[in-house]
């Protein structure tokens, strides 16, 4: 098992533990905080590993309750978080007890969300089941819900531990692979080039074991560098202007519009700086099955959505570009720049 630590200043703030079978860490866990009660939240296709977890406390005599929120987005709604404080409420939880949450992205930031707000928040622990998951929406202390727009309400909140069984994730299907893989990939184009050449050599058959713990590894790194996210942590942003836009006006999965939204800022970072990587950035995302064309975006509804971009500020449409691989620079994207980006994708 590898642990990986978010610091601010010198605290250690949460552990990310990456290994096979987790069982025991999460006793091990409980036990050395001596809380009293577990909440576990799951979601429908979590309940199961929920159980076996709920088993494994409540054989060390730990109080344990469970709670099953609706699928996917659904959970992420301002009432179902109501929901859960209430289901709260019902055990008679205090800030002595923790909340334990098991699923993907979703899952994990309304988990998140309830930790750090109920009782004015209480300790979350979470076991990240999706690929996308462990290697970035359970790590960097983002949580929240939709309202109207995505994620609009939220607040900061680290979970203690993240708990990543590659068990788990090896036992994923191909499309939750390849969602993950947009992710890994985009922190291997701007950080860890290992990521990038592994999936050229397995394609979606990886070891995954190595791809987690690189990608935790620099968002790690680059969460504990920018804590309060005043720059640095922009970079993790590469592919998303575009891909954000993409997948809200297309209604492509995350991963897929972030894969294309590469794609296009990979071009525009080749009109902006000559970046060189253009091509092979391509090759491995179609190797592992990603789309690299949105031709059914219009352009003009792109460009509105771009313009609604949360990294825009008073100089304009902000980009996060390649100078080189390994070498991420936020800049303000001129006209020629962005009809780069969305010429590559066929975005006419
Ligand atoms: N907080 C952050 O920093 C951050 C970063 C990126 C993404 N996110 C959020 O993460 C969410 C996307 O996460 P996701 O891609 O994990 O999607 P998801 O949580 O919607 O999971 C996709 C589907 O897979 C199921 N699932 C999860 N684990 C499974 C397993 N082991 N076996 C079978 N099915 C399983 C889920 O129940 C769901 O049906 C979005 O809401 C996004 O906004 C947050
Ligand atoms: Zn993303």
């Known amino acids: ?35 009293e009660r577990v909440v576990i939240l799951c979601q429908p296709p ?17 109080a344990v309750s469970g709670y099953t929120l609706p699928d996917g987005e659904d959970a992420k709604q301002l009432g179902i978080v109501e929901d859960v404080y209430r289901f709260l409420n019902e055990t008679g939880f205090t800030r002595d007890d923790l909340i334990i ?5 979703s899952l994990t930031d309304v988990a998140g969300f309830v930790g750090g707000t109920y009782l004015r928040g209480v300790a979350v622990v979470y076991v990240a089941t999706s690929l996308l998951g462990a290697v970035d929406a359970s790590i960097g202390g983002k949580t929240g819900v939709n309202l109207d727009g995505k994620n609009l309400v939220g607040v900061f ?25 947009a992710e890994a990939l985009k ?11 592994a999936y050229e050599a397995g394609g979606l058959d990886v070891d995954l074991l190595e791809i987690v713990n ?7 790194g680059i969460v504990t560098e920018d804590f309060k996210e005043r720059g640095r942590r922009a970079i993790l942003n590469y592919g998303h202007t575009v891909g954000h836009a993409i997948e809200t006006t297309t209604g492509r999965s995350h991963g897929e519009s972030v894969a294309i939204g590469m794609v296009a800022e990979g071009a525009a970072s080749s009109a902006y700086f000559g970046f060189t990587g253009e091509e092979r950035q391509r090759a491995v995302l179609e ?8 031709a059914d975006a219009g352009e003009v509804t792109i460009r509105a959505q771009m313009a609604l971009d949360k990294k825009r500020d008073a100089g304009g449409l902000r980009m996060i570009l390649l100078e080189d691989f390994g070498s991420p620079k936020v800049v303000h994207a001129d006209d020629a720049t ?11």
């Open 338 to 348: 962005v009809q780069a980006a969305l010429d590559a994708v066929g975005i006419t």
């Open 287 to 294: 190797q592992v099955g990603l789309p690299t064309r949105a």
């Open 1 to 35: 098992m590898r642990r990986h630590v978010i610091w601010r200043s010198d605290e250690p703030v949460s552990t990310i533990i990456v290994g096979r079978g987790v069982n025991n860490v999460l006793a091990d866990i409980v036990h050395s905080h001596s809380y």
């Open 46 to 62: 979590t309940s199961r590993l929920a159980e076996t977890y709920a088993n494994v406390l409540a054989d060390v005599g730990i």
């Open 101 to 105: 949450g098991v699923g993907g992205g």
């Open 187 to 197: 922190t291997g184009f701007i950080e860890d080039m290992r990521i990038v050449e």
């Open 214 to 220: 690189r990608s935790v590894a620099v968002k790690v």
């Open 157 to 181: 909140a680290h979970p203690l531990t993240v708990l990543i069984d590659i068990d788990i994730i090896d036992e994923l299907s191909p499309v939750m692979k390849r969602a993950g893989a």
